[in-house]
């Protein structure tokens, strides 16, 4: 086995010190946003493809660490580790096997292995698993290494026309969960997909939003955090952190930074409300407890009677108002999709002329419920297709 110091110099020669390839991962749709965040994120990152579902990445590792510290879009973020051809088990074993695995897993390791296999020989997620962990445990065992019975890791294995591609999950836990929100509700929307919509709606932090409909107040949040410029990632740990290649000393660096760029606002501009005051209570608690009020306001009120916001007696400038309506397992069932939308529209009509909307719906038949006159955006959220209708209501 490497001495402590040999294997200390090949992390800094072949992880640390040079270009690695990434992925992140996106739900389909925010794609190109997330490669726009990603060239805004380091001047060392080199975009190298936006594909479906994801961006291909080239950088530091510290560009990866950065990921999952500011992208408010990724899902997940990857670093590749080997590419091979494999057209039978005892290739793929005996390819894994010559993966500097020390380089990269805590010692003894045994990550959970998520599989998929197109067009090729090797189709049988369970037994290229059984294979994989197979190789790594007896990578391990010529080390005289204890396995671990705990994995922390996991390793994402892409198998395209008998190619192999491993590559490691850095993030651990989706991204989507920020470490703020500990409340949830029915049918949540995702936090990154909810960033994504703002970023599609054009939300500006210099004007209001309203988020009338706020259940466990995502949108909000998540407008709260741009606004607020907090890191998404600031309250929550990482699979990289158990990793050989991670210095605990460049992440407080990196997250120092991060904390040097959050501000403070004078007055609220972001309105969250909703009818249940059970939800409206467990998001002001939030939003006590992690000091964001100076830019977000909680209340219980029904959005049918609801009025622009106003600054004592004057009324503020127009801004975005961002609904998901309830429906499926949310929706009454006296309540129809249509009556409900056209109420939306009405209301929407009838008080915010001239502000922007950013409205989700079920099914594109509703869109002329609404007086927005755009093209719905197809995006996809916990196997469900939605539509995002964006556009200045008139």
């Known amino acids: 086995m490497a001495s ?49 579902g994801g961006v291909s990445f080239s950088g530091r590792l510290d560009d990866l660490l950065r990921g999952n510290l500011h992208l408010r879009t990724a899902g997940r973020l990857l670093m590749r580790l080997e590419t091979f051809n494999a057209t039978n088990f005892r290739q793929l074993r005996k390819k894994a096997s010559t993966v500097s695995w020390n380089r990269y897993l805590p010692e003894g390791n045994l990550p959970q292995c998520s599989i998929t296999t197109h067009h090729s020989r090797l189709y049988h997620t369970r037994a290229v698993a059984e294979h994989l962990t197979g190789a790594i445990a007896d990578y391990w065992r010529a080390r005289g290494v204890e396995i671990q019975a705990q994995t922390g890791q996991t390793l994402h294995v892409r198998i395209e026309q008998d190619t192999v591609t491993l590559s490691l999950d850095s993030s651990g836990l989706n991204l989507y969960m920020r470490g703020i929100k500990s409340h949830g509700a029915r049918a949540p929307l995702r936090e990154t997909l909810a960033a994504g919509i703002l970023r599609l709606a054009g939300y500006s932090p210099e004007r209001p939003l309203i988020d009338p409909m706020c259940g466990a107040g995502t949108f909000s949040l998540e407008a709260t955090l741009m606004a607020k410029r907090i890191a998404p990632g600031r309250h929550r740990q990482f699979a990289f952190m158990q990793w050989p290649a991670f210095r605990p000393k460049r992440w407080r660096h990196l997250t120092t930074l991060a904390d040097r760029c959050v501000r403070g606002h004078p007055y609220p501009l972001i309105f969250a409300s909703d009818i249940d005051a059970t939800a409206c209570d467990r998001l002001q608690s939030t939003v006590e407890r992690f000091e964001l009020a100076d830019a977000m306001q909680v209340a219980c009120r029904d959005f049918f009677t609801l009025n622009p916001p106003m600054k004592g007696r004057d009324q503020l400038p127009t801004g975005l108002v961002v609904l998901n309506p309830p429906y499926g ?40 419920t609404l007086p927005l006159g755009s093209r719905p955006i197809r995006l996809m959220h916990g196997g469900l297709t939605l539509y995002l209708l964006v556009g200045k209501v008139g």
């Open 4 to 52: 402590a110091s040999n294997l200390e110099k090949q992390i800094k020669r072949h992880v640390i010190g040079r270009s690695q390839h990434f992925y992140a991962i996106t739900a389909p749709g925010l794609e190109k946003i997330c490669a726009r965040e990603l060239v805004q994120l380091s001047d060392t990152i080199r975009l190298d493809a936006v594909t479906s």
């Open 329 to 368: 397992r949310r929706l009454t069932a006296d309540r129809s999709l249509r009556q409900l939308y056209s109420r939306i529209g009405q209301k929407l009509h009838g008080d915010f002329k001239g502000w922007r909307a950013a409205v989700l719906l079920p099914q594109t038949d509703l869109i002329r």
